[in-house]
């Protein structure tokens, strides 16, 4: 980080000035951070933290990443944007790398996470309809309970978060909820209809759920002999959070659409992708979906250099190897203000003793000492740090983590 700050008002006034002019959609930890690099960030007033949160993995590789900051650097000086009205020369290169990186065929390029699984919805009903049969108007998808797929209509209308639901009806029909991890509620849920199986291979904001080992393969070898599509949301968990480039991987399965978003923009811009076979995403055709900003090159120069990042296995194997010190130091909180925790890769759920704190309670004494975290529900909290953090700096915060908890 070189040049101070220039803001010139300081932390706490700039948290009122957000009040009567922002939404309140959002409740953050009292920071007002002015730049970042790497896995750390500072505030107005010079203050540094360790951000173990990167952006719910957005900031896979870290913030400002020289690679990526360089490939927005050339793309800005020469086009940022056509629209799909006409073809530039970034689309094909980023689709081709991206296919090859997620072993697919095909990639239908959008923005935010939740235009991806948006995407990926109206893909499935397309495949049912032009494929599969269903009968006009008739497709099912059938998702997890305390799923997270983010916040449009159609989205909440198949969450069972009622703060996400409540006073947004009325809801897009056709989704069946059935209980995560359980192979027997997901049989008897699919039939005829259905088009898809929508899940997340581990289920980030319900605090990092993650399926007993047999469940990705079981929703696979399911969807398969039932007819119908495996749509996996790996928006959070994909691209190297969890030790490998997807987390179905864990159980060497493929899905047959894949959603990506967050790390895909390198923390730079917004990028997201449905990728999945020829046979899945050609059911498209021209006119029938579609984005001004999906695909364009500043996006797609930003997005081939993150594969080409991913492409190394370096940082795949940085988050396996440090999630094993992730994972050492949490269970050696466990009676000590941890009461469990769930982790893969540099990505973990902590479930705090409730006597100590809400969720939130900690993370504000964390943000204190020094360390970014934010709470999920109730006394879990999540830890994701960018998966450029050093052994060294992710045992700091572990240290940290104990100090809050433990004085
Ligand atoms: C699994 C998953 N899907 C979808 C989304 C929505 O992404 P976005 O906020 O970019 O719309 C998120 C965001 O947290 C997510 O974790």
Known sequence: MTAPARTARGSEELIRAEEPVLAHNYHPLPVVVARAEGAWVEDVEGRRYLDMLAGYSALNFGHRHPALVEAAHRQLDRLTLTSRAFHNDRLAGFAERLAALTGTDMVLPMNTGAEAVESGIKVARKWAYDVKGVPADRATIVVAADNFHGRTTTIVSFSTDETARSGFGPFTPGFRIVPYN??????????????????????????????????????????????????????????????????????????????????????????????????????????????????????????????????????????????????????????????????????????????????????????????????????????????????????????????????
């Open 182 to 407: 359980d192979l027997a509620a997901l049989e008897a849920a699919v039939d005829e209809t259905t088009a898809a199986v929508l899940i997340e291979p581990i289920q980030g904001e319900a605090g990092v759920l993650i399926p007993d080992d047999g469940y990705l393969a079981g929703v696979r070898e399911l969807t398969r002999r039932k007819g119908c599509l495996f749509v996996a949301d790996e928006i959070q968990s994909g691209l190297g959070r969890t030790g490998h480039t997807l987390a179905v991987e864990h159980e060497s399965v493929v899905p047959d659409v894949v959603l990506l978003g967050k790390a895909l923009g390198g923390g730079i811009v917004p990028v997201s992708a449905v990728v999945g076979r020829r046979d899945v995403l050609g059911v498209l055709h021209p006119g029938e979906h579609g984005s001004t900003f999906g695909g364009n090159p500043l996006a797609a120069a930003v997005g081939t250099a993150v594969v080409e990042l991913l492409e190394t296995g370096a940082f795949q194997r940085r988050a396996a190897e440090l999630g094993a010190v992730l994972r050492e130091g949490l269970a050696a909180l466990v009676g000590r203000g941890v009461v469990g925790f769930r982790a893969r890769g540099l990505w973990a759920g902590v479930d705090v003793d409730p006597a100590l704190g809400s969720g939130r309670e900690i993370s504000e004494r964390l943000m204190r000492e020094g360390i970014l975290a934010k709470d999920t529900h109730g006394s879990t909290i999540r830890l994701a740090p960018p998966l450029t953090v050093t052994a060294e700096e992710l045992t700091g915060a572990l240290g940290t983590l104990e100090k809050v908890l433990t004085s």
